[in-house]
């Protein structure tokens, strides 16, 4: 069965169990939701579509976790799945932005106006991903050296000793990763309509997702878990990657990684 498939079978289990009002009901139901709904906006974003559950589901979850998030402002693991749950409401309304303009369900105008507002919640978005915590960020400075032919083959320098996180902070890098990827897929279809949009931007976000990808490979006592946790975001940074023989083998090299770990990659 191909990505689709799977997502249309995922979402009809979704529709036997839960609504919008009982899918944050309990750990159990906010874990099997958290999944389809990475699921279903990877799916949408990657295939120019909508996602498949209506908006209300995904600001179900977001305005839990950030009503849990506010009255808890100091609770770490709160904040880290209220900006995935931001983050996410983020992508699915990008998702059903262009999913919609593609179907002729909005004018050229309309379009217009509200890519604006989603560049301005994404710019806020960054900023606040970029400082929350900030009393609490350590960031990784010891890493193994590299191995013959890997400065040499690598499209970017994992090694920058301030931009993995340490410690408590370990699962912010994956926020991070969450968003860049949807900055890389969102930029890069504005690139194509904007001409105020530099596709560089789309390739920066790419490329600070290899990095995350390759730092945290490099750190983690299990390389295969972060192989497998940062999977998405890497498939997503290929499609904006520059098309040179140097970036190319990169991917390649990244998917097979990836695929030996048992996850079959879907390929730009």
């Excluded at 904040?79 to 983050?87: K, R």
Aim: hydrophobic share 45%.
């Amino acid at each position: 069965m191909n990505l689709l498939g799977h997502q249309k079978a995922a979402y009809e289990i979704m529709m036997q169990l839960f609504t919008p009002e009982t899918c944050m009901q309990s750990e159990t139901h906010r874990k099997i939701t958290a999944w389809y709904i990475r699921f279903d906006i990877m799916a949408g974003l990657m295939s120019g579509n909508e996602t498949t559950l209506s908006r209300e589901w995904h600001a179900a979850a977001s305005d839990f976790h950030t009503q849990r998030a506010r009255a808890k402002p100091d609770d770490l693991p709160v904040g880290i799945a209220a900006a995935f749950a931001v983050s996410r409401l983020l992508a699915t309304d990008i998702s059903l932005v262009f999913g919609k303009k593609a179907k002729g369900l909005m004018t050229d105008e309309e379009f217009m106006v509200v890519l604006g507002e989603m560049k301005q919640r994404l710019a806020e978005t960054e900023h606040y991903f970029a400082t929350a915590f900030s009393d609490r960020r350590v960031y990784v400075k010891d890493f193994p050296p590299p191995a013959e032919g890997e400065v040499e083959n690598d499209v970017v320098d994992p090694r920058d000793p301030n931009f993995v996180l340490t410690g408590d902070m370990w699962t912010w890098n994956f926020v991070l990763l969450d968003f860049w990827g949807l900055s890389v897929m969102f930029k890069s279809q504005l690139a194509q309509i904007d001409p105020t949009v530099d596709i560089q931007e789309a390739i920066d976000a790419a490329h600070n997702v290899g990095k995350m990808y390759e730092a945290l490979q490099l750190t983690s006592k299990d390389p295969k878990a972060v192989t497998l946790g940062a999977q998405a975001s890497v498939g997503i940074a290929a499609t904006a990657m520059p098309k040179d023989h140097k970036h190319i083998m990169w991917c390649r090299r990244k998917y097979a990684q990836i695929e030996t770990c048992g996850y079959v990659a879907t390929r730009p």
